[in-house]
């Protein structure tokens, strides 16, 4: 790697737990690296071992406050560039949801981009490109992370963990090719909540349009425990969304008379069945569609009330057809 010919910023793009961070930690290591082989960093020099153990003073991340990056975050991340790299080398500035700034941060973090200070490097993680500034965008060196085979997060579950072969092909599937996804789900007791999940789906057809929903807002309360947004208060509907848009998945694999290996939730496969069969392709297909919409609404910090209500009624209506 040519130090001198590096891009100033980066744009990581990818589903979370896909390893945006770990990849710039290594190109942190790199950068600095006192006897670098290739374009991997030795591990062993002090600032490597400093990368490594997470104390290394040119080494910075910005993370949500809450729902957003503030604009005070960014005024005191400028406030940091104005000193030269403390290593002598490189800078390197994670952003975590990058997405997730505020129109104020984003237009001062913008000016950043601008009149980079020299010897830093920023690297840029978020989900979805679109959801950030066209401005910002053009200005950095994009990387898309594509989602690992099904096949290789079965073997680092298996690797990594103790959990039987049935329970790790039903996170591997669901882990939508995230490695991190997966780990964290089966240290969360997600297939223990998916079942309560998805009974709470099927019973979302019993009631009446408000005894759903308040089952359902009841229902996201209960799991504080969250797979992209740790500690938000929408993490427990994210959770709960998430597991219905593999339900509806399913539905429209079995519509589609796939093999049962493909299923996220082939333990449920004589309700998804009855279900596939009973129900209109086309309300299959807009379900899918609702719960998917949901999602990315919540990834955007979308009303989350409404969210809810707009989802559960839609849902309703379409599985009564």
Known sequence: ???????????????????????????????????????????????????????????????????????????????????????????????????????????????????????????????????????????????????????EIVRQLNKRTNLDGSSVAVLARASNGSLGRALIMGESNYLERRGIWLKKLFELYAHSSAEAMNMAVESAKETRVGLDLPGNKKVGLFDLLSVWATWYRDLLLVRAGAPMGLLINGDFREQLEKIALGVPLQNLIESFHQVDRAVRDLHRMRNTTLVLENTVLNLRKLGRT
């Not at 040119?58 to 005070?72: A, H, R, V």
């Not at 104020?104 to 978020?126: M, R, S």
């Open 1 to 151: 790697m040519h130090r001198e010919r590096v891009p100033h910023a980066y744009l990581f793009t990818g589903i979370s737990g896909i390893g945006k961070t770990r990849t710039a930690k290594a190109f942190c290591m790199t950068l600095n690296c006192a006897a670098p082989s290739g374009l991997d960093g030795c591990g062993v020099c002090p600032s490597c071992r400093k990368i490594l153990n997470g104390n290394f003073p040119d080494f910075m991340t910005i993370s949500p406050d809450g729902q957003k990056i503030k604009i005070e975050q960014i005024r005191e991340l400028n406030r940091s560039l104005g000193y030269a790299p403390f290593s002598g080398g490189f800078r390197v500035c994670v952003i975590h949801r990058a997405e997730a700034m505020t129109g104020e941060a984003a237009n001062a973090f913008l000016k950043t981009l601008e009149e980079p200070p020299p010897g830093n490097i920023f690297v840029l993680n978020a989900t979805e490109p679109r959801d950030l500034l066209p401005t910002i965008v053009s200005r950095c060196q994009r990387v898309s992370f594509r989602p690992l085979k099904t096949e």
